[in-house]
């Protein structure tokens, strides 16, 4: 299982279609466009268009480059201290879900899109693909 906490087993279909709709709902709401919005300019503001996965945000200790997930880019955006977030923590994305105001569906959706959406990304697909997808899901986008 991935940090994002979502795993593979089709086994009750009804749960899938409950999550799905969650996810939905989590992203058409105020509060889902509203992260879609920081998310898209958070990414635009980066300097270098790249994105990690399996990590929130990790500063290399040689360069002391910063690099962050789709979520950390938001947060480092709106200022949050992130250090004391393990996205090991089996809660850690109702803790992220607060800090970012949003559903915790949508946090396990990003996660699960920023580690797994993609197979074999580099750091630069990664970005263009969480783009992409934020920009197709936000309201006359």
């Not at 991935?2 to 058409?28: H, K």
Request: hydrophobic share 40%; net charge negative; with cysteine.
């Amino acid at each position: 299982m991935s940090r994002s906490g979502l795993v593979d087993d089709y086994e009750n279909d009804w749960s899938q279609i409950r999550w799905r709709g969650q996810v939905a709902s989590a992203i058409r709401g105020k509060r889902g466009q509203a992260f879609l919005r920081d998310l898209i300019a958070a990414l635009d503001a980066m300097p270098q268009k790249r994105l990690i996965a399996n990590d929130i945000v990790v500063v290399d200790e040689v360069s002391q480059e910063t690099n962050v997930c789709a979520l950390g880019s938001v947060l480092l955006r709106r200022g949050v201290p992130t250090g004391f977030i393990d996205p090991d923590d089996d809660d850690h994305r109702e803790e992220l879900a607060g800090y970012l105001n949003i559903a915790p569906a949508l946090v396990s959706e990003v996660e699960w899109l920023n580690d797994d959406g993609l197979w074999g990304p580099t750091p630069e697909e990664r970005w263009q693909f969480i783009r992409d997808w934020a920009v197709r899901h936000l309201k006359n986008g």
